[in-house]
């Protein structure tokens, strides 16, 4: 049973993926690399593609990154966005050098004919614009009605970014509504959600470091996700993007709403636990974390819980005294060592995945 109803939205394209509501919620992040350093850009989004990217953006603040689109794209196989600030000719560059998409915000990009000329070229080369809205970027006549950038402030100014986009014939659109806390988040996606039917981009930006920024954004993407809000994800976190990618993997999972490598469930240990769980179960995960079927991967810390659960799992390890057991599909296969647990535990896994 569908326990979540996605908010029904028209398809906008990135490249060769579809966003909306009859396409799955689409995993995207962002470089942290110079752009127009290429091999190192290029580098990046390979492991983000390795662990399951779908979309990736890059930031354009020159002339020279917009230069290095081409080869950039040239050597990577998912779609590219190209992120503008303040410089509308940065962005006629990009979608020239064969950007994908353009994520703009037409409050920093300034006067209406400057977005006009990024509309016209957009139209003409077929790619689609990603509008952001931001509580820093809000026009001082909404800010000056609400007087702090509510969520109302931030839903009043996408909305009217829609018509504007309209008035120009340009649909070709998704938005991101993100305000500097949860709350504000969620309560201006929900409140433009209710109003127009273009796909959205959601996250939490400035999330924080991998722990925090992880927690903050589980719950406010969370909560939007539940709702049927949200058609392409990134979640923001000062750590390599691909951690990103796979937070975001982990929520929509737990969600139930895509399912994509292996899940790995392991016991938080107690004083029963006679070997490593917490270095054996990251191990495993780094390991398997170019796998894109989705497993289940148990690692149990002993015999009390630990067999039951990892025979629920389509490959499993459990303490038994200081060594494991070795359980796949539910049968026990073998008696192994820590190190040999992990070779093959890992092992079992890769040898599914080629089957499945
Ligand atoms: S599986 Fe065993 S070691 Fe792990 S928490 Fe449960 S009782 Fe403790």
Known sequence: MDWIKRRKTRTVWIGNVPIGSDHPIVVQSMTNTFTEDIDATVAQIKELERVGCEVVRVAVPSARAAEALPEIKRRISIPLIADIHFDHRLALLSIENGADCIRINPGNIGAEWKVKEIITLAREKGISIRIGVNSGSIPKE???KYGSPTPEALAE?????????EDNDFLNIKFSLKGSDVRTTVLANRLFAGKVDYPIHIGITEAGTLLSGAVKSAVGVGILLYEGIGDTVRISLSTHPKEEVKVA??????????KRGVEVISCPTCGRCLVDVETLAEEVEKRLEHIEKPFKVAVMGCAVNGPGEARFADVGIAGAGDYFILFV??????KLSQEEALEKLVSEVEKLAEEK
């Open 142 to 144: 909404i800010l000056l």
């Open 157 to 165: 100014t996408a909305i009217n970014y829609a018509k504007f986009f």
């Open 249 to 258: 993997y982990k929520i929509l999972s737990a969600l139930e709403l895509r």
């Open 329 to 334: 599909k539910g049968k026990v296969i073998e």
